[in-house]
């Protein structure tokens, strides 16, 4: 079967830094998307990795490594306004986006 | 308008009632999708339409039906809805399929299935 595993919820301090581990276990690979989504509100796109490596994009990256099945977000010099849920995806065989459930991140002044 | 609209924003139905989702997009995205998202699960995807005039079956179809006359345009019905089916139903759509296209997510309907 598919799986996406990711931790259910974190907590961490205005300014410091977080990173949001996803494991995958999905039938092909055709890439892995971070989204981001307030409480109440639609998922936002963040970031999109195919190959090996970081992607930085501003105080986010995104890290994967295909053969271990693994990929992380990193967040910087973290703000109240980070405070969401964080959604790991991967895009399988088919083209389809298999989604993990998301996890919460609290901020803590 | 700009980017996805969804009606209506929620809603309360009576179960064995039936019940169509609008979904609106404005950007000429070839491909859309209806996913649900229910507490402590990820999203899931319902139906999906990679071009006008084709549709295709996602993990949860059961119960529901789409149709794709236009670009534009993506409804999903339920038939007969039951209370499995509450839950908040996103619609969504990307330029198409592959590549680093992302996928853009209207604001959801909360639907209460009683």
């Known amino acids: 079967g598919q799986n996406i595993d990711q931790p259910t919820e974190m907590t961490a301090t205005e300014g410091a830094i977080v990173q949001i581990n996803c494991t995958y276990q999905?039938?092909?690979?055709?890439?892995l998307f971070w989204y981001q989504q307030h409480a109440g509100e639609a998922p936002t796109f963040l970031s999109y990795?195919?190959l090996d490596g970081l992607e930085e994009k501003g105080r986010f990256s995104s890290f994967l490594s295909r053969s271990k099945g693994y990929s992380y977000l990193l967040l910087k010099e973290l703000q109240m306004k980070d405070s969401a849920s964080y959604l790991c995806?991967?895009?399988?065989?088919?083209?389809?986006?298999?989604w993990g459930a998301g996890t919460k991140l609290i901020i803590k002044p | 308008i700009a980017g996805i609209t969804q009606a209506p924003t929620s809603q309360i139905l009576a179960a064995g009632r039936r019940m169509t989702l609008r979904c609106t997009q404005d950007?000429?995205?070839?491909?859309m999708y209806w996913y649900r998202q229910d507490l402590g699960l990820g999203l899931r995807l319902i139906h999906y339409?990679?071009?006008?005039?084709?549709?295709g079956k996602g993990e949860v179809p059961d119960g529901y039906s789409v149709s794709r006359a236009n670009t534009d345009d993506f409804p999903l019905t339920l038939a007969s809805a039951v209370p499995s089916q509450t839950s908040v139903y996103f619609c969504?759509?990307?330029?198409?399929?592959?590549?680093?296209?992302?996928?853009?997510f209207g604001p959801g309907t909360r639907l209460t299935v009683l």
């Open positions: 969504a759509s990307s330029p198409t399929s592959g590549g680093v296209n992302e996928q853009f």
């Open positions: 950007m000429r995205h070839n491909a």
């Open positions: 339409s990679n071009t006008a005039g084709t549709t």
């Open positions: 999905t039938s092909g690979f055709n890439g």
């Open positions: 990795n195919v």
């Open positions: 995806a991967v895009r399988d065989s088919n083209y389809q986006l298999i």
